[in-house]
């Protein structure tokens, strides 16, 4: 089949390599060039775990997980830092008791850690009194830049066609496809005036403060929604960021500003809970939220030949290749 795929992120550059492995006939398009960073694919490092409020994504995290070994594995470069993860908050807080039972339901290995042996463990995460944490051992990060990289050049490997600097102003434009995969992110809306979902597109900033974490995991703050990261030994520093949609934001202004204020709350959240990080702000970058209301992923068929898919609402990476295969399965059988 002839396939062409709008937009190569995280999920488009993962159909492309599906299909073109499948030995289809594939095209992809992208409004910029691969792997840049106007999108929400870009950076260091996007937090991959099985620790989730919802068992549903608990579940599914079973099939990506495998997906993620053999894309490392055929791409021959570390792609994925398994340095496991810590989702923490008060004892009583109602989303830490359902990623228990996620965990359990689901029978994911992971254990209750108390705040003396976080800091016993993880001397620089200072967990308050009333706090208890989930360790889970499989959690980690992704290279989210590389990622795409590797994905996208494995599938011109494989025979795709890849045209950069190619916008798809109307999806007529591709009536010479058998199957047309749209994941466009936060431009989603764009190419289906006629079926607008209800996608709020939001500013999200990442920022790196001054210290160094090595042999830590990832983490997560229940309470608070501020997650981070180990040191990724790309760029100096430790990230931090928070998961709240921050202000709504025009994809096509020509760059992703940057605020000092919110550099500042991370160097605040910083003082109580990581005191040894700071005070020098040494990255930031700004990034794309894709949020739908309930913050699940888009995956329907708006028109016939047509798939439009979305792995968005900031949680999707780490499922952005179970999704490209799924599109690719659904544009092909
Ligand atoms: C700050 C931040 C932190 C995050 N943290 C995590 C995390 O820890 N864990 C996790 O799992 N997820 C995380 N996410 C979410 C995750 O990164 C995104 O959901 C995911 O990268 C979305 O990928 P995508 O392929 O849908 O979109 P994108 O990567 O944006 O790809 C869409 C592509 O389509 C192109 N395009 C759009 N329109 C057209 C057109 N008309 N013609 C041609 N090309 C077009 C765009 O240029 C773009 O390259 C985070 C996101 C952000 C912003």
Redesign the pocket.
């Known amino acids: 089949m002839r396939v062409a795929v709008?937009?190569?992120?995280?999920?488009?550059?993962a159909a492309c390599r599906f299909l073109a492995e499948a030995g289809h006939t594939v095209v992809g398009?992208?409004?910029?060039t691969i792997g840049?960073g106007?999108?929400?694919?870009?950076?260091e490092?996007?937090?991959?775990r099985y620790a989730y409020p919802e068992a549903h994504y608990t579940k599914l995290m079973g099939q990506a997980y495998p997906l993620w070994d053999a894309l490392e594995q055929a791409a021959g470069e570390e792609l994925f830092v398994r340095c496991g993860g810590l989702t923490f908050g008060p004892k009583e807080h109602p989303e830490l008791a359902s990623t228990r039972r996620a965990l359990e339901v689901n029978r994911v290995p992971h254990q209750l850690l108390r705040p003396e042996e976080i800091s016993e463990r993880f001397p620089a995460i200072q967990l308050f009194a009333d706090e208890i944490a989930i360790w889970q051992s499989d959690a980690g990060?992704?290279r989210?830049g590389a990622i795409?990289r590797a994905q996208a050049r494995l599938a011109e490997k494989s025979g795709a066609e890849m045209r950069e600097n190619?916008?798809?102003?109307s999806l007529t434009e591709l009536s010479g496809f058998d199957h047309v995969i749209v994941?466009?992110?936060?431009?989603?809306n764009?190419?289906f005036p006629e079926s607008p979902l209800p996608l709020t597109v939001t500013r999200?900033?990442?920022t790196y403060l001054s210290g160094e974490l090595v042999g830590y995991p990832v983490w997560i703050d229940m309470a608070t929604y501020w997650?981070g990261f180990p040191s990724d030994g790309r760029i100096p520093g430790v990230k931090l960021?928070r998961?709240v949609p921050a202000e709504v934001f025009a994809p096509d202004h020509p760059d992703r500003p940057t605020l000092e204020s919110d550099d500042d709350a991370a160097l605040a959240y910083a003082v109580t809970r990581l005191p040894s990080l700071g005070p020098e702000i040494m990255h930031h970058a700004?990034?794309?939220?894709?949020n739908t209301p309930d913050e699940s992923f888009v995956f329907d068929h708006p028109r016939p030949k047509i798939t439009r898919?979305?792995?968005?609402?900031?949680?999707?990476?780490?499922?952005?290749i179970l999704m490209g295969k799924l599109a690719a399965e659904a544009a092909t059988k």
């Open positions: 709008v937009g190569i992120g995280a999920v488009g550059s398009f992208e409004r910029f840049h106007l999108g929400s694919s870009h950076g490092s996007r937090i991959i990060f992704l989210a795409v190619t916008v798809i102003e994941c466009a992110g936060a431009w989603a764009t190419l999200q900033q990442v997650y960021a998961h700004s990034c794309l939220y894709t898919i979305s792995a968005c609402s900031g949680h999707g990476f780490k499922f952005s």
